[in-house]
């Protein structure tokens, strides 16, 4: 047992790196996904029965469109965005492979979780918003993102915890990062320890950031 976690020591700086990959992935495809998938689950809000913008075509469009990317598992995904992604990067391995990937599953599936809380918004606020001659912008950044701040909190913090989850998967291709780590020492060389080790340092960064996202949501909370 002993000698086992050892071996886990000796590879901390491949841990180093791999956490490092893993990072550069969450950051680039969760910021990518707050912004371009927060403006479309907004604009698929606003498109919506009886909203600021109805269009009832372009709002079944784009639910659509949301509906059928979610769809894909990741990994096929990534597999399926291999031209695309050498044309960006110039690669098709590596964490700023792989966030290409990452990125565009997190603006769907956040674009989802933001029309999700919009809707939670009470209607009777919109309106109160419009009867006032509230112009349209202040009314989404004033009223809607406002009284839906404490939900879309706790949306980015599922969103980032997605994003760790499939970055993780990534390492199957050649993404790296922890979860290429675990799969090159713990599965392929029969190391478990390495395994465990990536494990327990997934599920304590799953515990921080949904610890902070929560005590962020509540202390925005003013319902």
Do not use: C
């Amino acid at each position: 047992m002993g000698s086992g976690w050892d071996s886990v020591w000796a590879l901390r700086e491949e841990f180093i790196k791999a956490m490092t990959e893993t990072a550069i992935m969450v950051s680039i495809a969760s910021s990518i996904g707050i912004i371009l998938g927060g403006a479309l689950g907004v604009w698929l809000y606003l498109t919506g029965d009886r909203q600021l913008f109805q269009n009832r075509l372009l709002n079944e469009s784009l639910n659509w469109i949301i509906s059928f990317m979610r769809a894909f598992p990741f990994v096929i995904l990534m597999i399926a965005l291999m031209p695309v992604t050498r044309a960006i990067v110039g690669t098709s391995f590596g964490p700023f492979a792989a966030s290409v990937a990452l990125s565009l599953a997190a603006i769907f599936y956040f674009a989802r979780l933001v029309e999700q809380n919009l809707n939670e918004v009470p209607r009777g606020v919109i309106e109160a918003a419009e009867a006032m001659g509230t112009p349209p912008r202040q009314i989404v950044t004033k009223v809607l993102l406002n009284e839906a701040r404490s939900g879309l909190v706790l949306s980015v913090t599922i969103l980032i915890i997605a994003v760790l989850g499939e970055s993780a998967a990534s390492g199957l291709i050649g993404g790296g990062g922890i979860g290429d780590l675990g799969i090159r020492y713990g599965h392929q060389r029969y190391m478990p320890e390495v395994m465990y080790a990536v494990l327990i340092l997934l599920t304590f960064l799953v515990v921080v950031i949904q610890t902070a996202g929560n005590s962020l949501s509540k202390a925005l909370n003013k319902r």
